[in-house]
């Protein structure tokens, strides 16, 4: 059950399956390569720490420019560290049922809207 891309792909990321991702479907008619860079990329995007993203500027040279050897990156800032069933994200919800507690799910405390 994946119940956020962020921790779907940073949880790809950990176990080096980043290939994964990619559809099935257009797996063979695409340069996996590319796709890793620019999941790379897009995990720098979202550190928890805003000094350690990239600049735009940076985001464009790192898409433009093949050769530029990329930062690992660092956990990202919203990401679900269990996803155990006591987690409020995975539990289900009876039809008609809805729900509007409050719960922390980042690793700052900020508010996702």
């Not at 008619?29 to 550190?47: A, F, M, P, T």
Request: overall charge negative.
């Amino acid at each position: 059950l994946v119940n956020n891309l962020v921790t779907y792909v940073w949880s790809l990321w950990e176990n080096k399956l980043l290939p994964e991702i990619v559809d099935p479907c257009i797996r063979e008619d695409c340069k996996i390569d590319e796709v890793i860079r620019y999941i790379h990329i897009g995990l720098l995007c979202v550190q928890e720490n805003p000094e350690d993203r990239p600049t735009m500027s940076t985001i464009h040279q790192m898409l433009t420019t093949s050769s530029m050897t990329l930062p690992i990156p660092l956990p990202p800032g919203f990401f679900l560290r269990n996803l155990s069933r006591s987690n409020p994200l995975t539990q289900e919800l009876e039809p008609g049922q809805s729900s509007s507690k409050s719960f922390s799910c980042s690793v700052d405390e900020a508010t996702i809207t």
